[in-house]
């Protein structure tokens, strides 16, 4: 079992900029595959970043490529996504996730572990 817990959600205005956390505890992590996801209502879950626990390679979504940054220390058994210039279209819930699956997958259902969400809400 993995237990993810997200911090660091907030309002922030456009061009602005947030850090999420995700703390993780339980299984051992040198194979496993970190994820942060999000949802805006009345829309899908939606990839945006992934990032391997052992090696630190990672993979974005289109539209944040160039403005977010997922990192993970090791020490600290915690993954980081550093969001810059952010946009009104960011505004969701941002969910960190955890597979076992060893590639960086963007589908939300290879993932088996979820935390329980953070908000974040970009005004104009």
């Known amino acids: 079992q993995v237990q993810l817990v997200e911090s660091g959600g907030g309002l922030v205005q456009a061009e602005g900029s947030l850090r999420l956390s995700c703390a993780a505890s339980?299984?051992?992590?040198?194979?496993?595959?970190m994820g942060w996801f999000r949802q805006a209502p009345g829309q899908e879950r939606e990839f945006v970043a992934a990032?391997?626990?052992?090696?630190?390679?990672?993979y974005y979504a289109d539209d944040v490529k160039g403005r977010f940054t997922i990192s993970r220390d090791n020490a600290k058994n915690t993954v980081y996504l550093q969001m810059n210039s952010l946009k009104p279209d960011d505004t969701a819930v941002y969910y960190c996730?955890?597979?076992?699956?060893?590639?960086?997958?963007?589908?939300?259902?290879?993932?088996?572990?979820w935390g329980q969400g953070t908000q974040v809400t970009v005004s104009s």
């Open positions: 339980g299984r051992t992590f040198s194979n496993i595959v």
């Open positions: 990032v391997r626990w052992s090696g630190g390679s990672t």
């Open positions: 996730a955890a597979t076992s699956t060893p590639i960086l997958t963007t589908t939300p259902s290879m993932y088996a572990y």
